[in-house]
């Protein structure tokens, strides 16, 4: 009796959850919404990006996952780093 009840709880668990086995998206579909953003976001598109995190078969690549977070907005600016000057090497 406590196995069938126990058996119970995982299926409520199951048909509650927010995504349900046979609504999960494929890969090909994940990608199709990551190229359909087509503006810049502030705010990263978290719900996407849960999507990705669950389908590590998809193998998103890096500019991918951020287009999925933040749209077509650029990447920041990669300020170059400073050289360390040595004026007091013994050379």
């Given amino acids: 009796m ?10 409520a668990l199951l048909t509650l959850s927010p995504i349900s086995w046979s609504q999960e998206s494929s890969c090909d ?3 199709i ?8 976001l502030e705010i990263a598109n978290t719900d996407l990006l849960k999507k990705i995190s669950g389908r590590t078969d998809c ?4 500019p991918e996952v951020y287009r999925a977070a933040y ?9 170059p780093r400073k ?6 090497d013994d050379d």
């Fill in 29 to 31: 579909q994940i990608r």
């Fill in 71 to 79: 749209g077509t907005k650029p990447l920041p600016k990669e300020e």
């Fill in 2 to 11: 406590k196995a069938l009840g126990q058996l119970v709880g995982f299926v």
């Fill in 83 to 88: 050289e360390r000057r040595h004026d007091d």
């Fill in 59 to 62: 193998l998103f690549t890096a």
């Fill in 33 to 40: 919404e990551i190229s359909a953003q087509s503006e810049a």
